[in-house]
């Protein structure tokens, strides 16, 4: 795995519990509004992941069992 695609994940890691009340507090959304989400949400540290980092991240949730998707929504 490149340095660059680990440095990414460890910051995804660090919002995961913001992904999870996001999608626990406001409901199923598709990737694009989770995105445009994070962007004005997330504060702490600049939200700066493409759409894909953060389809990848999210398809790991999956794996993880933390997240599920369905139609297109998480």
């Not at 999870?20 to 409901?27: D, E, P, T, V």
């Not at 953060?54 to 069992?65: A, G, K, P, T, V």
Request: zero cysteines; a negative charge; proline letters at 4%.
């Amino acid at each position: 795995e490149e340095p660059v695609a680990k440095v990414k994940d460890n910051s995804l890691r660090m919002i995961e519990p913001n992904i999870i009340a996001m999608l626990r507090s406001m409901g199923t959304m598709a990737l694009q509004r989770l995105h445009n989400m994070l962007k004005i949400v997330i504060k702490s540290q600049p939200y700066d992941s493409s759409m894909a980092e953060l389809q990848d991240f999210m398809l790991e949730l999956i794996r993880e069992n933390k997240v599920v998707l369905d139609a297109g929504l998480y």
